[in-house]
Every structure is written in structure tokens, then in C-alpha cells.
């Protein structure tokens, strides 16, 4: 049974810092490319952030580039998203999923994904 946990979420300040992480497994996980979503209250999920499976490619949504960091341990099948300098616009609930065999035009797309962790809430305070 394929599973992905996050972990990390949390409140933090405006400015702050958090590192969210994903752990994967009942998959050959160095097979698959992981992505970051994320839900804001009454709006619809987007893409924040992937990392191809070989780790050779990352992508970042306009939003936060320059601000999270994602990077991959596949000795750990964990996936890490740095994020800093925060701001209330990134308050929402953080998911990542993992998906095989994805080309580089499918990264930012929720469908292109086969499996889907719980999430983990970030509240950034004003």
C-alpha cells in the first residue's frame, strides 16, 4: 500500500520559515517524481514546487521562486520543501504527491500524479 505522509506544517510568523517533508513508501520511490500543492481556504489546489525522480530537475511555481527550496533523499524516500520568508498568501494546506513517469510539461499538472498524502496545515501570522 503506497502511502505519503507530511510532516513539518505548522504557525509561523511573517518572514519565518518552515521545512515541510514527505515520506514515502510502498513504492520503488526513486522511480517517481514528487510535487508540492497546496489549498488556501476557498480556493482551488496549485502547484507550488516538483523535483523529478533522479532529482535532476526542479520546478517552482512564479509565486515562490527564490523563496522554497525542494530536494530529494531517495536513500530516505523523503521528499524536503524549504520555505522561507513566508507570507499569509502562503497559508493553506500543503500536499505532496508523487507520480511516474512524468515529463517535464506535466510537473505542474495535479493530474499527471498517481498518489496523494493527507496534507499538512502552514499558518502564516500577519
Known amino acids: 500500500q503506497v502511502q505519503l505522509v507530511e510532516s513539518g506544517g505548522g504557525l509561523v510568523q511573517t518572514g519565518g520559515s518552515l521545512t515541510l517533508s514527505c515520506a514515502a513508501s510502498g513504492l520503488t520511490f526513486r522511480r517517481y517524481s514528487v510535487g508540492w500543492f497546496r489549498q488556501a481556504p476557498g480556493k482551488e489546489r496549485e502547484f507550488v514546487s516538483a523535483i523529478k525522480s533522479n532529482g535532476g530537475a526542479t520546478f517552482y511555481a512564479d509565486s515562490v521562486k527564490g523563496r522554497f527550496v525542494i530536494s530529494r533523499d531517495n536513500a530516505k524516500n523523503t521528499v524536503i520543501l524549504q520555505m522561507g520568508i513566508l507570507a499569509p498568501e502562503d497559508t493553506a494546506v500543503y500536499y505532496c504527491?508523487?507520480?511516474?513517469?512524468?515529463?517535464?510539461?506535466?510537473?505542474?499538472?495535479?493530474?499527471?500524479?498517481?498518489?496523494w498524502g493527507q496534507g499538512t496545515q502552514v499558518v502564516v501570522s500577519s
Open positions: 504527491a508523487a507520480g511516474s513517469r512524468l515529463i517535464n510539461s506535466s510537473m505542474r499538472s495535479q493530474t499527471a500524479y498517481d498518489y
